[in-house]
């Protein structure tokens, strides 16, 4: 089992362009999370799903969409990225029944 | 609203050498709180949590007690190792465990 993967690992963009981050799971999970880390910051809630077809948001939702097609899947869209949006970003799963998020790797991002 | 407050860092011991990293929250009601792990260039794990007040999770040789009274839960460990260098995050359960709220993360660092 690969657990949660992360697509891309790294990712370079110009101010204004867009593009989208896949998180893909194969546990199973019905919660999926997106979190971003900023240095000092810890991790915040971007914006988190409770099952196929559902979203919501979190702690700093602006400026990123998600879309949960499938199960497997949650994805992270920046419309139009910004400076501030320079950070990594961490998908996570959650396990039924537990307080356990499983994490993926990360992506690290930088938006010059 | 739901936080959490870890003691600053970077924090550098030597082998063998006793750790305290600090952690306080504020919550309503009554959340379930965790210590998650980061080792470079991964994602974050569960290192061990507590679900009730005066509960001691441990694991890998680290404890850490659900302290009501003074809102705490200090993670420690008695004899830190070189593989022990990590970022490490307090966090706690909020919305029935289906979201976490992390603290900033401290960086430790251990010398052989």
């Known amino acids: 089992n690969a657990g949660v993967t992360q697509t891309p690992k790294f990712r370079v963009l110009k101010t204004g362009q867009s593009m989208t981050l896949l998180c893909a799971q194969d546990m199973n999970h019905e919660y999926m999370y997106w979190y971003r880390q900023d240095p000092g910051m810890g991790l915040r809630l971007i914006h988190y799903?409770?099952?196929?077809?559902?979203?919501a948001k979190g702690e700093v939702p602006d400026g990123y969409n998600v879309s949960r097609l499938k199960k497997q899947n949650f994805l992270l869209g920046l419309e139009s990225a910004a400076p501030s949006q320079t950070s990594v970003y961490f998908c996570?799963?959650?396990?039924?029944?537990?307080?356990?998020?499983?994490f993926g790797p990360g992506t690290r991002l930088t938006v010059t | 609203g739901n936080s959490v407050t870890q003691m600053e860092g970077p924090v550098t011991l030597s082998e063998e050498a006793f750790l305290t990293i600090n952690c306080t929250y504020t919550a309503t009601g009554y959340p379930s709180l965790f210590w998650y792990v980061q080792y470079p260039g991964e994602g974050l794990q569960l290192l061990l949590k507590a679900t009730k007040a005066d509960d001691k999770g441990s694991n890998k040789g680290f404890e850490a007690t659900y302290r009501k009274e003074t809102t705490s839960f200090h993670l420690e460990k008695g004899s830190v190792q070189v593989s022990d260098s990590a970022v490490y995050f307090c966090?706690?359960?909020?919305?029935?465990?289906?979201?976490?709220?992390f603290g900033q993360g401290t960086r430790l660092t251990i010398n052989p």
């Open positions: 996570a799963t959650l396990r039924p029944g537990s307080y356990e998020q499983y």
């Open positions: 966090a706690l359960s909020h919305q029935g465990a289906q979201k976490l709220v």
């Open positions: 799903s409770v099952g196929e077809g559902t979203t």
